[in-house]
Structures are given as structure tokens and as C-alpha cells.
């Protein structure tokens, strides 16, 4: 904090002028490594406006070593961004181990404006600790290259789909995704108190193999039971609707019975685990799995649900299988309208919820676009794929 406030005051002084600096930069460091001339001052109505001479002042907000969650971050920070009046540009750098991947985030020319906005970005909590620098202006337009060169990358239309890509490759993309979301869950970012932990990369691996090994075992379809993962909780594993109840005619063992009437009982009906299924839509669907003709003996050993089931104590891994059994339900249940389906996992048979459906589309088609592209390449960074650059001229 001291080194920030030290710095702008210095470089505003040089340019004759005070100024006031009135934001919170407590995370914020300055990179007094980086080039930079003295910056020029102009007196305007509202006061002084100070700005870079020869030099853009730009935020890093994050490096990767993994060039899809690169993209995703990248992304992601940018459909914000952007409502902010913020660029945001991803770049690239060969390194002797690998290539490495850093996001930048270029405000307003007017220096304590960009502050303003790149506080104002942290304390969102849509980045963290953004290490603030100058830049001489060619090195901010390699950025702008950098970033299109990774958008046209991106943006290719395949003609591929989930199901032509192999189970391994496929779980590698799915992991990332996986561990995306996960960090980017809105109670993660606003780093809230009793906020959830992100899973590592040793969970969203097991989870990500997990989710493609049931998507396959029940002929579902991959971007979709992605989506309600992420819809639910983001795939993190925590209680949820912690006061739902429902009244049912007697209780069965493991129920909290909250009230007694003509009706029957009211009970607790908390939702659990990654795909927050009820305790009651556990009951219904642990029948069809003992009911149901596939050969479970063709799933990884912890896949497959005990025979008696005890509502208050289920192991995480196979609450994937009872997702995925619930969700094939539904689809042969509605003739396989996916709409329906998916509106359904949330609202029930007679009342699918068309709000949750349309919630869960769109983190499936995203899903889908960033997953068959990065399929399409096959592995190979696209930062090194020179015929995607646009020619000189």
C-alpha cells in the first residue's frame, strides 16, 4: 500500500500537479520494474485528470500454466469487464519448461480512473490482488494480437461433437471445466465467510472422470448433466436448502419429522452433495436403481450405491450415479425433450421449472463450445499454431 501510494504521488508531483487519491488499494501492488515516463496532467472542470504519456497502465489479474483454464478465466473476467468499460487481453510467453499465460486488465487512459475500476474489480472479488504496471503502447497492441490470435483459436466451428471424443481427452477438458466453475462460484469470489472451497485439481480430476463415466453408462447428454452440476452448487460438495420440508403421510427412519397433523408429518427435506438431490427424490430414485436392468457391475467399484440405502449418510460417489439414473428417468420419462428433463430435475415431474432450464441451457451450450474447440485442437496449444495469426498489411 505504501509503495502504491508512494509511486502515484511521485509520478503526479513530476507532472506538477497534486492530486487526491481517494480508492482502497490494500491488494494492489505497482510493478515499478515495468518502463514508464512521467505522466501529463490536464486541468478539466472536475478537477485535474492525469494520464500516461507514452505509456498504458495495465492489471494483472492472473497466470496460468494451463492454456484452457487460461481461456475459461480469460473469458469469463471479460463478459464483466467489459460492462465496466475494462479490456481485458490474454497473453502468452514461451518459457523453457512450456508456454505461460497471463491475463491484463486495460482501463481508462485517465490514471485514477483506471484505478477506480480495477479496485473496483477486486473488490467484486472477479480478480485478486491485480499487480498494476506500465506498458509502452506496441506491447499493449501485442496484447490485443495475442488475444485475438487465442480468440480465432477458439472461435472455430468444429463440427464435432462431445460424444466423437475420446473418454480420456474428453475427462481431461471435462476436469478443467469442472475446476473452473468451481472457482468462480459467486461465494468463492465475493470470498464470503462460510463460502465453500474450491475443489483441487486431484478432485475435479475424480469428479470430471465420474461425470463422463455415468454420461456414458446412461446414454445422457454430456453438456447438459454438466450443466445441472454447475447450475446446483458448481460441483461443490455442500448441504443445501437447508430448511426445505415436505409433508409426506409417516415418517421412515432417518427422517427429521418437524410437525405432526391430520395431513401426516412434515419433515426435513434437505437437499445434499454435488447435484443437491433431496432426501425424499433419493428415496425414489435409490427404487429405480434397484429396480433397473443395467449391469452396474460395468461402473468403478465406488460408483456403484449400496443396496440399503440411509438418507442421512451417502457417500458422495455414488450421488453422481443417482444423478445420472434421476436424470435419464426424466428424459424417458418426457420422450427424451431435454428441456423438460432438465426443468424437471429441479421442479419436479408435474412442474418443470423452465427458469432453471433455461439457466442450465446456457452453461451447457458454453460448455459444449469451449469443450468441442479445445477437443479440435487436439492437445496442442493454440498460442503456437502461427497460420491462425492474420497477415501483415
Known amino acids: ?3 502504491v501510494a508512494f509511486s502515484i504521488c511521485a509520478l503526479a508531483l513530476t507532472a506538477g500537479m497534486a492530486t487526491h487519491f481517494h480508492l482502497s488499494l490494500a491488494r494492489m501492488s505497482l510493478d515499478l520494474s515495468a518502463p514508464r515516463s512521467a505522466p501529463e496532467a490536464e486541468a ?3 478537477g485535474v485528470r492525469v494520464s500516461s504519456f507514452q505509456t498504458r497502465l ?17 473469458e ?6 467489459s460492462r465496466r468499460g475494462v479490456e481485458t487481453l490474454l497473453t502468452y510467453e514461451r518459457r523453457p519448461d512450456g508456454l505461460i499465460y497471463r491475463m491484463y486488465l486495460h482501463g481508462s487512459q485517465d490514471i485514477p480512473t483506471a484505478y477506480d475500476q480495477f479496485a473496483g474489480l477486486e473488490s467484486a472479488g472477479i480478480v485478486a490482488a491485480p499487480r498494476v504496471r506500465f506498458v509502452d503502447p506496441r506491447v499493449l497492441h501485442a496484447y490485443r494480437q495475442q488475444s485475438q490470435w487465442l480468440d480465432e483459436a477458439y472461435d472455430w466451428t468444429s463440427g464435432r461433437s462431445l460424444t466423437q471424443v475420446p473418454r480420456r481427452r474428453l475427462g481431461s477438458f471435462v476436469q478443467r471445466w469442472v475446476k473452473f466453475k468451481s472457482s468462480t462460484d459467486p461465494r468463492v469470489r465475493r470470498r464470503l465467510q462460510d463460502a465453500p472451497i474450491p475443489l483441487s485439481k486431484i478432485e475435479a480430476n475424480s469428479l470430471s472422470a465420474d461425470i463422463v463415466t455415468i454420461a456414458e453408462f446412461f446414454d445422457l447428454p ?12 458448481n460441483f461443490m460438495d455442500v448441504t443445501g436448502d437447508l430448511e426445505h420440508s415436505v409433508w409426506k403421510r409417516r415418517a421412515q427412519r432417518g427422517d427429521i419429522v418437524l410437525k405432526r397433523g391430520k395431513r401426516g408429518v412434515l419433515i426435513l427435506n434437505q437437499a445434499q452433495g454435488v447435484w443437491q438431490i433431496t432426501q425424499e427424490t433419493l428415496r425414489y430414485v435409490h427404487k429405480l436403481y434397484l429396480e433397473d436392468k443395467r449391469d ?3 461402473l468403478p467399484a465406488h460408483l456403484i450405491p449400496p443396496r440399503k440405502l440411509d438418507v442421512r449418510d451417502v457417500p458422495s460417489q455414488p450421488l453422481t450415479t443417482y444423478a445420472g439414473l434421476l436424470f435419464r428417468d426424466l428424459l424417458d420419462h418426457f420422450d427424451g425433450d431435454i428441456a423438460l428433463a432438465v ?22 451450450e458454453y460448455a459444449r463450445r469451449v469443450l468441442e474447440r479445445a477437443a479440435v485442437l487436439n492437445g496442442a496449444p493454440a498460442a503456437e499454431m502461427t497460420f491462425l495469426r492474420p497477415r501483415r498489411g
Do not use: C, H, W
Open 44 to 46: 478539466i472542470s472536475s
Open 1 to 3: 500500500m505504501k509503495v
Open 296 to 298: 452396474y457391475s460395468q
Open 222 to 233: 454430456l453438456e447438459f448433466f454438466l450443466g445441472i452440476g454447475a447450475m446446483e452448487n
Open 343 to 364: 426443468g424437471a430435475y429441479n421442479g419436479g415431474r408435474r412442474n418443470p421449472n423452465k427458469v432453471y432450464e433455461s439457466r442450465v441451457r446456457i452453461a451447457a
Open 58 to 74: 495495465v492489471a494483472q489479474a492472473g497466470e496460468f500454466d494451463d492454456e484452457l483454464l487460461a481461456y475459461l478465466a480469460f
Open 76 to 81: 469469463y473476467v471479460r463478459g464483466v469487464t
